[in-house]
């Protein structure tokens, strides 16, 4: 299957709540990535974890990796309604300027106001 | 930071003509950029690598003679789709690598939506 499922496939939370997004991937990994995307919009880039890192912070986003399970999780804090996207993630394999990243299927985040 | 732009940003087509999309880095250069393909509330699939100076290196399934590649310079790579058909309908995206604390990222345009009446 695929490189870099997200689980759940759709989240649906209130303003203010936490959402926690989930990701599995199969291979080996340099680092994981995770973006945002609204709706018929590019990519955003949120974060980026390496492979031996287990934890990052940027502002409301918590990120962790496990690379003994080969997942990753994403936490949005005290979410907002301007939050509301789909959200992926993605792994690098290989490293240098020429890696290809693989993408999940996404999780599409609502939160209503 | 490093700004990835594309051109055009939606298009709309008749079947059996052909259309080019630009990729551009502005302000970093970029000896490979990377072409991708988005159905509705599917993921991103890679399409292609495209390699400045040399061939563009297509992902299993992708056909070459109708998604053509060329990576005219370091800032600038194009994706021309030939005879368009509806089925080519989709949002088509790429990216460039540049070099943040000691890791490339990849920065991605904001897409182009491609529609084949």
């Known amino acids: 299957s695929q490189q870099g499922e997200e689980d759940p496939q759709a989240l649906s939370i209130q303003e203010g709540e936490n959402a926690t997004m989930n990701c599995s991937y199969k291979?080996?990994?340099?680092?994981l990535q995770w973006y945002r995307q609204n709706s018929g919009r590019g990519l955003v880039h949120l974060i980026l974890i390496r492979s031996n890192e287990r934890e990052k912070h940027s502002g409301r986003l918590r990120v962790t990796l496990d690379t003994s399970k080969k997942s990753s999780s994403l936490l949005i804090t005290a979410s907002r309604a301007a939050d509301t996207a789909s959200y992926f993630c993605?792994?690098?394999?290989?490293?240098?300027?020429?890696?290809?990243?693989?993408f999940g299927k996404g999780t599409l985040l609502t939160v209503n106001p | 930071g490093a700004v990835v732009s594309q051109h055009p940003s939606w298009v709309i087509c008749k079947s059996g003509t052909s259309v080019k999309i630009e990729c551009r880095s502005l302000d970093f250069q970029a000896t490979t950029m990377f072409w991708y393909r988005q159905f509705p509330k599917q993921s991103l699939m890679l399409m292609a690598t495209?390699?400045?100076?040399?061939?563009?290196?297509?992902e299993q399934g992708v056909e070459k003679d109708k998604f053509l590649i060329n990576h005219a310079s370091l800032t600038l790579s194009t994706l021309t789709v030939t005879s368009a058909h509806p089925e080519d309908s989709s949002f088509y995206i790429c990216?460039?690598?540049?070099?943040?604390?000691?890791?490339?990222?990849?920065?991605f345009g904001p897409g182009t939506r491609l529609t084949v009446t």
């Open positions: 990216s460039a690598p540049a070099l943040r604390e000691g890791l490339y990222e990849q920065y």
């Open positions: 291979t080996s990994i340099n680092n």
């Open positions: 495209s390699n400045e100076g040399s061939k563009a290196t297509y």
């Open positions: 993605a792994t690098d394999g290989s490293g240098g300027s020429n890696y290809k990243l693989t």
